[in-house]
């Protein structure tokens, strides 16, 4: 016999059919039993609870119990049992019973790491409901039953959140995406599914979705709670921040000599992984292995990814380490244990997708490596893995291929042509190159670095010093030690025979992320160039394009060396020095016509400036971590990717407890600015705003004269509408008589929108065209461009449309030549605007390349601005389902605080408006008419102002103002 409390109360015979119950009173008195089979309810609570109509008598009840048993018989006795009564049936038997025991299941399954069964069992869990739980229950009053219905409701909930897990491990995320937003809407203050939807938008390309989704779910914390997000929802949505905009595969490093002696592996190895999906060369350290997958990946067809794993320290790192080789973030988006992991993510990434995975040097990360592979081979069909190590994987469907040492000849003519390379004309005894190749047993990479070394020693002082370094022991390794055939006993080598100065600038140069130019590598390593010179010959350091390089494994063998030999603090600080005076040279120069050049120096020093303010903040530093905030703010604003600093920005103003350190208020301001930037922006903002307020007044009112004149732009946008907009107003326009031309460009810029404020657009645009003409005098492009963008809205809103798009153009070809991608989206989006009415296509054209940037660069606005104008087109075609769509997708991305979301957030609801007349709604169409007009209302500025500024069409400007 089976029973249903989760709906209608309802009992069934095991053939199916319905045994009849009777009226509402006896029903109630059932589920009342069944809420917890086989323990005692008091009797008064069963003649209390179970009558809708009121509570009934003691008699009234025995004969509903009477009742209740004729029509149960023996197979559900109820008992007699002191003051109550109970049901002795199996817990299993209750349909709420067996949704505990599913849903439990369901979530150790989960927790197991085996999706597949955890959907299935919740799926069947979940299957069970067929209403509210309880429901004969629902109009009794009854505080037992309010309190069973509430925790099953809960235990419903959860339930559900751990299916939609699954779901989402399982790569079914975009069609979780629709239930998902339904449940937040739901449950909008409850975080497990919003971070559920936040990795399902991620996974399904919708990165700034993603973020939107965030920023709703804070401030709906902040007015409902006056609480923050959690750590684990805030850590979520800075792995989002950081994940890279435009992800594509590692491609295996370029070669810079030809392959000598291994044409015949090539052809082999291609053949092979033409038929086979796994490969693994195996072989000693230093044999050649990873350069003969260099050259399979330059014969395979398709794209290859290739990955690095020698770096590695933890097996743990190695999903994380494919999946930042294929350009997405290092980190799985998750929520503490029970997100998904890296391993899962890179199922959804790689599952339909034809690729060859090299994984190069897996012995240390051997089993982890093999588990991983063994996953996505049979969950991704296209995939294929070529690996490098010094033993198999051992698993079903490996094809071994072993890399041998050269033969004589081959290692010879590689000894010669390398040794040559350095010392032309050496004229080397055959006799003593073939001893010298044999001592180190034809092994390429041994072969290479001792070949470096003939351009200080002649071939047999050499071959001397390999006697006595490696005597009896690389000869006899095939039977005795075989530590001397590992890559790592090879750079040991290579390493010891180093003078200490050259030991010294190799251990020093292991703190540079992204290798350095000669003289940062000097200044930083305390050498000089004939010693960096001196190392790039013996294979230690790589030369390209003017910098220097360390290979991976060697540098992660200087930096143990550098930490056990020195005080690495020590060079780490001057390492950080150095990139603050390069941030500081390049900042000087994005303010004028080499522009372009200091934002491609600041874009290539980006990691090791990464590294060096981690540093400060561990240090800690704060000093020089405030510095370098402050040169590199300009560019990471320009580049539209401030908040991948704000963690460090945060921790440094907790370091200084809100407190500026002297002499550096200015940098203090604008490290609030960075840190407001982040996941936990807004209370960061609020917390330090005043202190920052009066640390830029001191350093730029009256005649006064800071170092970082893009500060002042940067404190009037974000005070617009979340500051004090008339403070920060005036600090900047009264740079209009300063000594820095760049501050009196920004200062006529700042001035035009305060004139459009006080209805004086001739003023407004005389200003801006002044702010134009010096920001080309200077040769800026970046603010050449924002301020033509302001320019061309003016054009656009006095119907002057063919202006207003030459006038974008201008900026669009400057923002596309700075790489600045978010303002490129914006200003397509206002492009669009001005020639929606006259050339739809090419309007959609470019809302729809808006998109496409705003998605990459993450920026939550800049898509809102884009799908905005997308509705502005379907409503034009008699499309208001599709424009409503469109306006709620935008209003649910923007940020009502950020003064560049206005624009947006306006056209939005007054399209919405217009939707609403269109079917008749008028209270609905007054209604957003009215969020429309507050919107466009800033502080100091009237809303026609507003919307004049930002080129609203007249049939707007009009459906603004309302009916």
Known sequence: MRFTILGETRVRRDDGTELPLGGPARRALLALLLARPGETVPADRLAEESNPAGPQSAHALQSQVSRLRTVLG???????????????????????????????????????????????????????????????????????????????????????????EADLRLGEHRSAIPELRELTGRHPLRERPVALLMRALSADGAQAAALAVYETTRRHLADELGVDPSPELSALHQELLCQDPVPAAARPPAQLTALV???????????LLRRSRLVTLTGPGGVGKTRLAVEAAGAADGEVCFVQLAPLREDTAVPQALLGALGLSGNSLHLGADGPSPAERLVTVLSDRPLLLILDNCEHVLDATAALITRLLAACPHLRVLTTSREPLGIIGEHLYPVRPLDTDAAVRLFTDRATAVRPGLAADPATVRRLCAALDNLP????????????????????????????????????????????????????????????????????????????????????????????????????DGRYRMLE?????????????????????????????????????????????????????????LAALRWTADAPEPGTGLALLAAAAHSLWIRGIPACVATYAARLLDILDGEPPAGLDEEFAICVLLAASGPAGHPVWHRHRARAASALDAVWSGTGQGRHPAALLL??????????????????????????????????????????????????????????????????????????????????????????????????????????????????????????????????????????????????????????????????????????RRYREALDLLDARWVRSIGSRVRALAGLARVAEIRGDRDTARLHYRRAAEAATVPGASASAVLAMLGLPEPVLQAVQGP
Not at 457 to 470: G, M, N, T, V
Not at 500 to 506: I, V, Y
Not at 554 to 578: I, K, M, N, P, W
């Open 74 to 164: 023996p197979s559900a006795p109820i008992e007699r049992t002191g003051a109550g009564y109970r049901i002795v049936v199996p817990y299993d038997a209750v349909d709420a019973g067996r949704f505990e025991r599913l849903a439990r299941d369901g979530r150790a399954a989960l927790g197991a790491d085996d999706p597949a069964r955890a959907a299935a069992l919740l799926h069947e869990a979940l299957g069970l409901w067929q209403g509210p739980a309880l429901a004969d229950l629902a109009d009794s009053g009854s505080d037992t039953a309010r309190a069973a219905t509430v925790r099953l409701e809960e235990l419903r909930l959860a339930a559900l959140e751990d299916r939609l």
């Open 261 to 271: 002696g291994r044409d015949s592996e090539v052809a082999d190895l291609d053949a």
């Open 445 to 544: 990479l041994a072969l290479e670095l001792a070949a470096s070394r003939l351009r200080t020693l002649d071939p047999d002082d050499l071959a001397r010093r390999l006697d006595d370094r490696l005597g009896m022991a690389a000869r006899g390794a095939r039977t005795g030690d075989g530590r001397h055939r590992t890559l790592r006993s090879v750079i040991a080598w290579s390493w010891e025979l180093l003078p200490e100065p050259e030991r010294r600038a190799a251990r020093r140069f292991a703190v540079f992320v992204s290798g350095a130019t000669a003289p940062a590598a000097a200044r930083v390593c305390g050498t000089d160039p004939d010693t960096l010179e001196s190392l790039a010959d013996k294979s230690l350091l790589e030369t390209a």
């Open 553 to 609: 494994t060697v540098r992660a063998y200087a930096g143990e060396q550098l930490d056990a030999a020195e005080r690495s603090d020590d060079v780490r600080r001057a390492h950080a020095e150095h990139f603050l005076d390069l941030a500081r040279t390049a900042d000087a120069r994005l303010r004028g016509s080499a522009q372009l050049d200091g934002l491609a120096r600041l874009t290539a020093a980006h990691d090791d400036l």
């Open 715 to 884: 404190w009037v946008l974000r005070n617009a509408t979340d500051g004090d907009p008339h403070r920060a107003y005036a600090l900047v326009s009264a740079q209009s008589d300063g000594s820095d031309p760049w501050a009196r460009a920004v200062a006529q810029y700042v001035t035009a929108f305060g004139a459009l404020g006080e209805d004086d657009p001739a003023r407004g645009e005389h200003a801006l065209h002044t702010a134009a003409e010096a920001f080309r005098a200077l040769g800026d492009r970046w603010g050449t461009a924002l301020t033509l963008d302001a320019v061309a809205a003016l054009a656009g809103a006095r119907g002057d449309r063919t202006e207003a798009v030459a006038l974008t153009d201008q900026a669009l070809a400057l923002t596309e030549g700075l790489g600045a991608l978010a303002d490129t989206a914006d200003l397509l989006v206002g492009r669009g605007d001005h020639l929606a009415d006259t050339d739809p296509a090419a309007a959609r054209a470019d809302y729809t390349r808006a998109a496409e940037l705003a998605r990459r660069t993450g920026s939550p606005a800049g898509l809102a601005a884009a799908q905005r104008g997308l509705g502005d087109l379907a409503l034009s075609a008699g499309e208001t389902a599709e424009a409503e």
